[in-house]
């Protein structure tokens, strides 16, 4: 899941997220009641036969996460994908996305600038240099699961959090 959603406007929500199945060849009814569990998964029941353009930014993130889950993959893959939402809908969706990889009983690899979101959503925190980018320090979040909003305040959040920043201080 990249930072541009690449969703299709002239395409529905339910349309969109069958893409995967259809580029596949996977039997309709298959792909159909595997896309009903996708949207159920991301809160998006109901809103199957909308465009784009009829739904928020947040919803639109929900398309893109059920269409990412349509392929089932042991291992996701995400490059800033909430990076473009405001604040309050980042936080729903994180939410959101980690329950969903923890029923799904998926992994995930993310890019992100923000300190709170790799915290909240990591086991371990990899924190990269300037270009050219190395690993120039690691910390382990040690936070059970799942986690929810209340989680921030929680003491190994806070130091975790603070931890991270600390290394990108000292590396500027």
């Known amino acids: 899941m990249f930072q541009g959603l690449a969703l299709l406007p002239w395409r529905n929500v339910l349309q969109n997220i069958l893409l995967p199945a ?4 996977m ?13 159920d998964m991301v809160g998006l029941t109901g809103f199957e ?6 739904i928020s930014g947040g919803m639109r993130q929900r398309v893109a996460l059920a269409r990412m889950l349509m ?6 893959l995400l490059d800033e994908p909430f ?5 309050l809908t980042r936080e729903v969706i994180d939410i959101v996305f980690m ?5 799904a009983g ?3 690899l993310m890019v992100t600038h923000s300190i709170y979101e790799a915290v ?14 190395q690993v120039i320090g690691a910390v382990d979040v040690a936070l059970p699961k799942p986690r929810t909003r209340e989680t921030v305040s929680d003491p190994e959040f806070v130091n975790a959090a603070n931890e991270v920043r600390k290394i990108l201080e000292t590396s500027s």
Do not use: N, Q, W
């Open 22 to 25: 259809e580029l596949v060849g």
């Open 27 to 39: 039997d309709k009814e298959l792909a159909s009641d595997r896309a009903r569990v996708c949207i």
């Open 49 to 54: 036969k909308y465009h784009l353009r009829e």
């Open 71 to 76: 392929t089932e993959a042991r291992l996701l």
């Open 83 to 87: 990076s473009s939402l405001d604040e």
């Open 99 to 103: 329950d969903v990889c923890l029923k």
């Open 106 to 108: 998926s992994s995930y």
């Open 120 to 133: 909240l959503m990591s086991d371990k925190v990899f924190v990269m240099s300037r270009a050219p980018a």
